[in-house]
């Protein structure tokens, strides 16, 4: 088992068992965990996202946000913030609190497909070139035809119907 998928499993979050994610997120970072300075993740639940992310990105500030005041919380190298996705000012005001030099954006927020898209839509223009935008639970993959100004790619890691990742790289 792979160094994210025992953090996964250690903390609790869906991405190792439920979903099958930690694989695709470990190959894409195992030889860069020590280059990743900020990873923002919409869409916190209880938190266990945060807790991984903090342990295998060793020199990464943790940045969340949730639309429930109650799962506001600071602790070590992490901080989550207020936001609606559905609120276009919302994601805005959330990339201008946190800075744009976000090295991984995960939405892991509503998981409807309208939400996704326009979140994308709206947030990646505000974010530094090379930034990776990961989408998750992708329960409907035709989002992907809104995103053809960005290089991004469909992956399907398990057996259930949200079991895709939309990851999208910004080159410019």
Known sequence: MDKLSKLAVKYGTDRYGKHHYTQVYHD?????RREVKAVLELG???GAGLFMWRDYFPLAMIY???NDPKRLFDSQRIKVYRCDQSNKQDL???IDQVSSSIDLFIDDGSHIPK?????CLTVMPLLKKDTIYIIEDVSDPTIMGGLAEYD????KVGRRYDDRLIICRKYQ
Do not use: H, N, W
């Open 64 to 66: 969340g946000a949730d």
């Open 28 to 32: 894409l970072f195992k030889d860069k």
């Open 44 to 46: 916190v639940g209880e």
């Open 92 to 94: 805005i005001d959330l």
């Open 152 to 155: 991004c790619k469909l992956v």
């Open 115 to 119: 939400d996704q898209l326009s979140t």
